[in-house]
């Protein structure tokens, strides 16, 4: 299946836990005073690749502990992205997935909750500059979560998780 990508790092330690392939999707509409990847922005730049080809690359790396979805803003694709991430799966890759989306708005929106629901880790809410730390552990600024996803759902409750001392 066909997405738009800004690129791809096959040995991130900085985007979850392990080492990961970090995708990096291309299209974002939240303009994060302060965002850290703004050539990700424009919907239309970027390159098309096809998922079948990134999980290939990610199953040439023997290291891997899973795949990272960040951008761009991911929930702008869902559905290439939910592919992707059940192919990984298959393969025992876990998830992990940036979003500047709230989870609770993602609930409620058909589309978005397809690709929710098919990724364990969840960071979520846009980048505020003004509460941006280095101490944080796989985020940029204080307001995100880390939220596991599977919980999340299971329990109808919202469970963040602390990976600061990861
Ligand atoms: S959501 Fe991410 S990519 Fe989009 S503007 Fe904010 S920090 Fe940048």
Redesign the pocket.
């Known amino acids: 299946m066909q997405i738009r990508l800004a690129g791809i790092v096959n040995d991130s330690i900085v985007d979850g836990t392990g080492i990961r392939l970090t995708v990096f999707v291309q299209g974002?509409?939240?303009?994060?005073k302060?965002?850290?990847?703004?050539q990700?922005?424009d919907l239309n730049g970027g390159y098309l690749a096809d998922t079948d080809d990134i999980l290939e690359k990610a199953l040439k790396n023997p290291l891997l502990e899973g795949l990272t979805f960040?951008?761009?803003?991911p929930f702008l694709q869902p559905y290439p992205l939910c592919d992707l991430a059940k192919k990984a799966h298959k393969a025992g890759y876990n998830i992990f997935c940036?979003?500047?989306f709230i989870y609770e708005d993602l609930l409620n929106d058909s589309e978005k909750r397809n690709l929710l629901e098919n990724v364990d880790f969840l960071v979520d809410g846009?980048?505020i500059e003004s509460q941006k730390s280095l101490m944080l552990n796989f985020r940029?600024s204080e307001n995100q979560r880390i939220i596991d996803v599977k919980k999340s759902l299971e329990t109808g409750e919202t469970v963040v998780i602390d990976m600061d001392n990861y």
């Open positions: 974002c509409e939240h303009n994060c302060g965002c850290h990847n703004p990700t922005h960040s951008g761009g803003e940036y979003t500047g846009p980048f940029g």
